[in-house]
């Protein structure tokens, strides 16, 4: 079982900045790919970004690639997400996951097991 609890959301004026950090519980958070979703009211959840278990490799989403960046950090069982150049399309509740597989897998909310409650983020135009 893994624990997630996101923080860090908030409102931003479009071209800021805002940091999300995700802590984990549990001592095998080194083993699972972290990733980041989002979702809008009205729409589906949908896929930001993704980091593997060791951290060398990520994938993100057309939409944010270039301006967001995730990280984690094994030590502090935190994964972190760095968005830039914020849009008012970026507009969402986000949301942690962990997916059990140690590479990054199916870029879909299916395939992550575990959730956070997530953290909304509002970017005003």
């Known amino acids: 079982q893994v624990q997630l609890v996101e923080s860090g959301g908030g409102l931003k004026q479009a071209g800021g900045s805002l940091r999300l950090s995700c802590v984990a519980s549990?001592?095998?958070?080194?083993?699972?790919?972290m990733g980041w979703f989002r979702q809008a009211p009205g729409k589906e959840r949908e896929f930001v970004a993704a980091?593997?278990?060791?951290?060398?490799?990520?994938a993100y989403a057309d939409s944010v690639k270039g301006r967001f960046t995730i990280s984690r950090d094994n030590g502090k069982n935190t994964v972190n997400l760095q968005m830039n150049s914020l849009k008012p399309e970026d507009t969402a509740a986000y949301y942690c996951?962990?997916?059990?597989?140690?590479?990054?897998?199916?870029?879909?909310?299916?395939?992550?097991?575990?959730w956070g409650q997530g953290t909304q983020v509002t970017v005003s135009s």
């Open positions: 549990g001592r095998t958070f080194s083993r699972y790919t």
């Open positions: 980091i593997d278990s060791s951290g060398r490799s990520t």
């Open positions: 996951a962990a997916d059990s597989l140690p590479f990054i897998g199916a870029r879909t909310s299916s395939a992550f097991d575990y």
